[in-house]
């Protein structure tokens, strides 16, 4: 089996055609500001019933419903935050890990990833570029479905960072390599 890949892009998370768009949630699954609202506008009211009928999930979970009218499949809601709350490396962690299981779980080969908690959320853009990152890593190095880990980031800046922090990885892999010739 081939490892899957990580890709970086600047965009409206909403326009992907994948298996699984990641929603940055609240644990209540209420589609407010942000990610979760670009979702609820363009994807239409069926996604935010799939939430109520789904029900209120805890802080570092995840849960997935139809994703309406997107081009994806589902929306995997990752809860990085109690509404009107902050995310902590913690919930991102584990709302990250959680989304990627449920996409495992539910056959999904390509997913596209916000910066989960780094909007609203409060979470730092360069913490959780790492965090999503080093998830994504370790999730495709297991037996898993996914083939595409895209992570759409909203505005330049956090782009950037993502880029920065992704560099770096690669950098730091290659010198261990050298370092073990």
Do not use: W
Not at 10 to 16: H, S
Not at 25 to 41: F, K, Q
Not at 132 to 157: C, K, M, Q
């Amino acid at each position: 089996m081939t490892a899957g890949r990580i890709t970086l892009q600047e965009g409206d998370i909403t326009a992907e055609q994948v298996d699984a768009i990641v929603n940055a949630a609240n644990s209540a699954l209420v589609l407010g500001a942000g990610v979760a609202g670009a979702i609820r506008d363009k994807g239409g009211p069926a996604i935010q019933q799939a939430c109520v009928d789904h029900g209120p999930i805890e802080v570092g979970e995840a849960a997935i419903t139809p994703a309406g009218d997107l081009e994806a499949r589902y929306v995997i809601h990752a809860a990085g935050m109690p509404p009107g709350g902050l995310a902590t490396e913690q919930s991102v962690r584990s709302s990250m890990r959680a989304a990627l299981a449920l996409a495992r779980d539910h056959g999904c080969r390509s997913l596209a990833v916000p910066a989960i908690g780094a909007g609203i959320a409060g979470f730092p853009m360069q913490r959780c570029a790492e965090v999503l990152l080093e998830e994504a890593r370790e999730h495709l190095e297991g037996e898993t479905s996914v083939e595409e880990i895209r992570f759409v980031l909203y505005g330049e800046p956090a782009y950037r960072v993502f880029e920065m922090v992704n560099d770096a990885h690669k950098v730091e892999a290659q010198m261990r390599r050298l370092r073990e010739r």
